[in-house]
């Protein structure tokens, strides 16, 4: 995974990992890849849910996706968990807000 380089993609990631179920995908396929049937079987969620958390994951750049087809012919879409590592510091922290306003600024009554 490339370096984290952009507030919005920090806030995709952020998200992404802040919720128990996406935690439980990655787990599952930092041991191999997984097709999308297997895996909503694994977590006891139906495929539409699947979908959307798998949807989430992708955008981060985390996880990545490949149609294969079975020994009897059906298509299956695999899941697979890229290598990634990032740091979250202050100097992170402080080259992303660079990049936006992070002035605060007072009105004369001191409410903003």
Do not use: W
Not at 1 to 30: C, E, F, H, V, Y
Request: aromatic letters at 8%; charged letters at 25%; proline letters at 2%.
């Amino acid at each position: 995974m490339n370096k984290i380089n952009d507030p919005n993609q920090l806030i995709l990631i952020a998200k992404a990992l802040g919720n128990p179920i996406r935690l439980q995908i990655l787990t599952i396929l930092s041991k191999g890849g997984c097709y999308v049937s297997e895996l909503a079987r694994k977590l006891e969620i139906n495929r539409t849910l699947l979908y959307l958390h798998l949807t989430k994951l992708e955008e981060t750049g985390i996880i990545f996706s490949e149609m294969k087809v079975s020994l009897d012919g059906k298509a299956l879409k695999y899941y697979y968990l890229k290598e990634f590592s990032f740091t979250i510091d202050n100097d992170l922290i402080e080259n992303l807000g660079k990049q936006q306003s992070t002035e605060c600024k007072e009105t004369k009554d001191g409410d903003s």
